[in-house]
């Protein structure tokens, strides 16, 4: 069973670059078993997906944000991570991480999500 | 605006049964599977349903779902206060590229 954790800093300023991480155990970020996903959820509001990076580092993006968010991958630490640039008050939200398996087509395990708030 | 459409609300007693919509189009329900989601509220989303109509180990048949046309719906018999959460549908939109992936708005359940 996998494990997924959110990391990062729970504020950073408007206009600077968001970076977080996940952390994963339990199986390899380069198995090719997987796909990993980056899901947000504004306060009071529903799920939004941003992207997926795949076990060999490929990504894909949600056409909104594609222009400010980039998906890495570090195997040496077995870990995923997201990087959003140009922030406002509308980028606050709960980040999470997820996992989906190759060629099924839904999400399996879930981090716990990492709260961000854009502010001055 | 959510590409899948549902309910914001939907309500019934316990021991009642509930039923969860979520509308869509051919090009995301129509040819995809949709699987579902239920989020207590402070808690990260679990998955409930995948491919259309399956459950995870340790999803107890209550809750079942079922898709037609653009159209999916999520049903939950037999309600607990435990199940009171937000409920979310999703799928893959070929529209929007090879991880197209879309969620519905939502439906918060209360269990009166």
């Known amino acids: 069973q996998l494990q997924l954790q959110e990391s990062g800093p729970g504020l950073v300023k408007p206009s600077e670059t968001l970076s977080l991480t996940c952390t994963v155990s339990g199986d390899s970020v380069s198995s090719n078993d997987y796909y990993w996903v980056w899901i947000r959820q504004p306060p009071g509001k529903g799920l939004e997906y941003i992207g997926t990076?795949?076990?060999?580092?490929?990504?894909y993006y949600n056409s909104p944000l594609n222009s400010r968010v980039t998906l890495s991958m570090d195997t040496s630490k077995n870990q995923v991570s997201l990087n959003l640039n140009s922030l406002t008050a509308a980028d606050t939200a709960v980040y999470y991480c997820?996992?989906?398996?190759?060629?099924?087509?839904?999400?399996?395990?879930w981090g716990q999500g990492a709260l961000v708030t854009v502010s001055s | 605006q959510s590409v899948l459409t549902q309910p914001p609300s939907v309500s019934a007693a316990p021991g009642q049964k509930v039923t969860i919509s979520c509308s869509g189009s051919?090009?995301?329900?129509?040819?995809?599977?949709v699987s579902w989601y239920q989020q207590v509220p402070g808690t990260a989303p679990k998955l409930l349903i995948y491919d259309n109509n399956q459950r995870p180990s340790g999803i107890p048949d209550r809750f079942s779902g079922s898709k037609s046309g653009t159209s999916a719906t999520l049903g939950i018999t037999g309600l607990q206060t435990g199940d009171e959460a937000d409920y979310y549908c999703a799928t893959w939109d070929s529209s929007l590229g090879p991880e197209g992936w879309v969620f519905g708005g939502g439906t918060k359940l209360t269990v009166l």
């Open positions: 051919n090009s995301n329900i129509g040819n995809n599977y």
């Open positions: 990076i795949s076990y060999s580092g490929g990504a």
């Open positions: 997820a996992s989906r398996q190759w060629q099924m087509y839904y999400f399996d395990s």
